[in-house]
């Protein structure tokens, strides 16, 4: 079956970094976009950033702008999250996602896995 699994997240302090992973399998990676996703306690789940199946299209959402990056290595099936600059108001659980377009999708509507999610807690 499809499993995605998140790691890398954690506690650091406003300004730091954060490396999040998701690692798939059960499924044909080159072929899906991926996305990452957030939700903050007591808010709405909400995209950060989404990327196309060869890497070639990228979004970020406003907030994570200039300070997160996604990248996709498809020979490990693997997708990454870096995010600099780190603010309080990142704090969320972070989930991966795959969508079978392939494209870089920004409604979660259109990610049919999803990963167990990875905390990530900003101090200020």
């Given at each position: 079956q499809v499993q995605l699994v998140e790691s890398g997240g954690g506690l650091v302090q406003a300004g730091g970094s954060l490396r999040l992973s998701c690692a798939a399998s059960g499924l044909t990676f080159s072929s899906y976009g991926m996305g990452w996703f957030r939700q903050a306690p007591g808010k709405e789940r909400e995209l950060a950033a989404a990327m196309s199946r060869n890497?070639?299209?990228?979004?970020?959402?406003?907030?994570?702008?200039?300070?997160?990056?996604?990248?996709?290595?498809?020979?490990?099936?693997t997708v990454y999250l870096q995010m600099n600059s780190l603010k309080p108001e990142d704090t969320a659980v972070y989930y991966c996602a795959a969508t079978a377009s392939g494209v870089a999708r920004l409604s979660s509507d259109d990610y049919r896995y999803w990963g167990q999610g990875t905390q990530v807690t900003v101090s200020s």
């Open positions: 890497g070639g299209s990228v979004y970020y959402a406003d907030p994570v702008k200039g300070r997160f990056t996604m990248s996709r290595d498809n020979t490990k099936n």
